[in-house]
């Protein structure tokens, strides 16, 4: 009879574990999971150098980038500046809003100035927070100064964090932060300063898109023609572009050269964020049909202040979507994955003409984009 009732009551006890634990499935679903630790998180200014003259404003963004596609719920960076060589003007946040009572806002100028320090502390104000691919950086925020002289000068960034949220309601803020410094009037006034005045025109994108904003990569290499005596200048990184109502996108990138380098003969490799890298040897390059546009010899002559390169005649053609420098099936499967769909992952990631959704006209651009083998580096 004992052994009877015992079978009984395990078999009871059993069946109510069964029970509690599917229940707790059924409304709770399965145990959550969190995001790997060693995950890291790059800032960076655009532009990375400036040359700036006494008694002028200038103007750079802060940018971040992730090493894995992350929901970005906030973040604190702090900018150091010398305040005998600069005196901060404004600041605009761009990704989510100042916290209020922590970050610093254009109002608190006089502060800011007397600290030599600028506390960019930001939020994202939706429910699901803010989406940072890894494929790209993210403007953070833009921050305007006035030099006060032409001396050098350096501007950094420190005390920097971030958080997510974990599946399971914890925070995630153990990124390794990597952060970049701006060099202002490097070298003092015996560098040339040399600005590239871009117009460019992207493949697919043919009026203004909702977000306006775009990361492009750029490298210049030159030689000079003609002589034995070779010069090479080599510099890389990211810049802001903005388009037109037809979809021209304008922009300005700063470099450094010798003054023995300026006036001679260049070439400027060109990519965007989701584009293949196009070798560009002329001014004003024309192509009769789209992506035919080839040049063997670079003859842009740069020179020391503005330099307007007009590269609209010309579609940067799109299709390396992990910036891998190749386009393969990577590209291709995230395309296809994401047809028909208008989250916000598949549009940052696959939106190739950026109106909004991932549909059959990203996706016959991306099999367009497969025929081409590799950059043209």
Not at 261 to 285: E, M, N, W
Not at 286 to 307: F, H, K, M, Q, W
Request: aromatic share 8%; charged share 20%; glycine share 10%.
């Amino acid at each position: 009879m004992k052994k009877e009732v015992l079978k009984i009551a395990t078999i009871f006890l059993i069946t109510i574990g069964v029970v509690l634990w599917g229940l707790n499935y059924i409304f709770f679903g399965p145990a959550p999971k969190s995001k790997a630790a060693g995950e890291t998180m790059n800032l960076s200014f655009t532009p990375a150098t400036t040359t700036v003259a006494a008694n002028a404003d200038f103007t750079v963004s802060v940018l971040i980038k992730s090493s894995a596609n992350t929901v970005l719920r906030g973040g604190k960076i702090k900018v150091n500046f010398d305040k005998t060589m600069l005196s901060f003007k404004s600041i605009e946040y761009k990704a989510g809003a100042v916290s209020a009572g922590l970050g610093n806002t254009t109002a608190d100028a006089a502060a800011i100035n007397a600290n030599g320090f600028v506390d960019i502390v930001a939020e994202n104000t939706t429910s699901t927070g803010g989406v940072l691919p890894a494929a790209y950086g993210v403007e953070l925020a833009s921050l305007t100064f006035t030099a006060l002289s032409t001396t050098a000068s350096t501007v950094t960034m420190t005390d920097s964090s971030f958080y997510s949220v974990n599946s399971d309601g914890s925070l995630f803020d153990t990124w390794t932060i990597a952060a970049q410094n701006l060099d202002v009037n490097e070298g003092g006034e015996t560098t040339g300063n040399v600005k590239l005045n871009l117009k460019l025109k992207f493949q697919g994108i043919n009026k203004k898109p909702k977000d306006e904003l775009n990361f492009i990569k750029g490298k210049i290499e030159g030689m000079i023609i003609g002589t034995n005596e070779g010069f090479t200048s080599t510099t890389e990184g990211n810049f802001l572009v903005k388009s037109d109502d037809n979809g021209v996108w304008s922009g300005t990138v700063g470099i450094y050269l010798p003054q023995s380098a300026l006036g001679k003969k260049f070439t400027l490799y060109i990519k965007g964020r989701r584009h293949i890298q196009k070798k560009i040897c002329d001014s004003v390059p024309t192509e009769a049909s789209p992506g035919t546009y080839r040049c063997p010899t670079g003859n842009i002559t740069l020179v020391a202040g503005d330099n307007n390169l007009d590269f609209s005649g010309i579609l940067l053609l799109v299709g390396d979507l992990d910036q891998n420098s190749i386009v393969d099936s990577v590209d291709f499967s995230l395309v296809k994955n994401c047809l028909g769909k208008s989250d916000t992952v598949c549009v940052s990631s696959s939106d190739l003409n950026l109106d909004g959704i991932v549909n059959t006209q990203d996706f016959s651009m991306i099999l367009v984009a497969l025929g081409i083998r590799t950059d043209e580096l």
